[in-house]
């Protein structure tokens, strides 16, 4: 759903009925369970069931499909220099290399092996205010995010198998498949050592300008799984965003992290900040306090069991 809202510009409340999304009643819900047998269709008939056509193709964010080119309002600027075509003969780092980079920038795999726990404090910031969170983490896979809001804590985690979410207000409910795999890229506290392990293959992109500067484009592969791509800055070799996907029956679902404010932090640098960019928001995290290698039971990261409804009281004899 989370693709249909993106790829249409509406809110859940454009197809479903408020607090009863089991309800056929709304004509926009039935038109849009056509409009995915047609995408099904003419992916099955024309690409080989491959997903090419989405409903993004069309409508381009807006409700209605998009069927007339829309006219500029300026002239179209040439290509900044900066990332103009390179040259054929214009030499560039293979993958092994970046990524070779990449490790060295954060400190090295022995410097990495040093550090067996992270605890972080900060702020996260939505674009209606900011919070205090917490961040802990745990070697090889285990991390739990704990945002304090207004009205209750809010907590992200992944225990080593699998991802979970929680609320002050509902029950901790399970990631799906596709989230779990996303964040146990995060939870992967020596990602800079384990990338070579962790993917079958790795393609170099075409450098791109990410924010003032050029980054190095690596687009990593793994059976069953959509890419990764990850851009390293190409003075300092080290991570500045990660763009990961999560398939769904009718597209994929982009979620994007920028990487800035690396530390020196025990030995190993880490980034003291980072933005998580969905179609539907984003959210940025800055860290002010940091302790490492300090005890974090593993209970920590551990979905808290759903308490059982109270025995019902048999009546005493007599009574009602």
């Known amino acids: ?16 009925v408020k607090d009863e999304f089991d309800k056929d009643d709304k004509k926009t819900k039935q038109v849009a369970r056509q409009m995915m047998q047609m995408q099904m269709a003419i992916n099955k008939e024309n690409f080989e069931g491959r997903r090419v056509v989405s409903c993004y193709s069309c409508h381009r964010g807006s409700r209605d499909p998009v069927a007339v080119p829309v006219i500029p309002d300026e002239e179209p600027k040439p290509a900044d220099a900066a990332n103009a ?14 990524l070779d980079k990449y ?3 954060v400190g090295g795999a022995d410097a990495m092996k040093q550090i067996v726990t992270r605890v972080e404090k900060g702020t996260i910031t939505f674009p209606g205010g900011q919070f205090p969170v917490e961040v802990f983490a745990k070697a090889p896979d285990k991390r739990i995010s704990v945002a304090h809001m207004t009205g209750g804590d809010q907590m992200t985690a992944f225990d080593g198998h699998s991802g979970w979410l929680g609320s002050a207000n509902r029950p901790p409910r399970d990631m799906t498949v596709q989230e779990s795999e996303a964040f146990r890229l995060d939870a992967d506290f020596n990602f800079a050592a384990d990338l070579k392990q962790n993917f079958t293959q790795f393609r170099a992109g075409r450098p791109e300008k990410i924010g003032d500067a050029m980054a190095d484009l ?22 500045v965003r990660m763009v990961r996907y999560a398939d769904t029956p009718l597209g994929r679902n982009p979620t994007q992290v920028d990487y800035g404010d690396y530390r020196d932090t025990g030995g190993v640098k880490i980034p003291y900040r980072w933005t998580v960019a969905r179609t539907n928001g984003r959210f940025t995290i800055q860290i002010d306090q940091v302790q490492q290698n300090v005890a974090i039971d593993d209970s920590k990261f551990a979905k808290p069991a759903i308490a059982a409804a109270p025995a019902a009281v048999k009546a005493p004899a007599g009574h009602d």
Request: aromatic share 8%; hydrophobic share 40%.
């Open 1 to 16: 759903m989370q693709f249909v809202s993106a790829a249409l510009g509406v809110e859940c409340q454009f197809c479903h």
């Open 85 to 98: 075509k390179p040259k054929d003969n214009a030499p560039r780092p293979t993958p092994d290399q970046i």
């Open 103 to 105: 490790l060295q920038a």
């Open 218 to 239: 690596v687009i990593a592969i793994r059976q069953g799984q959509p890419p990764l791509r990850l851009y390293f800055d190409q003075q300092s070799g080290l991570l």
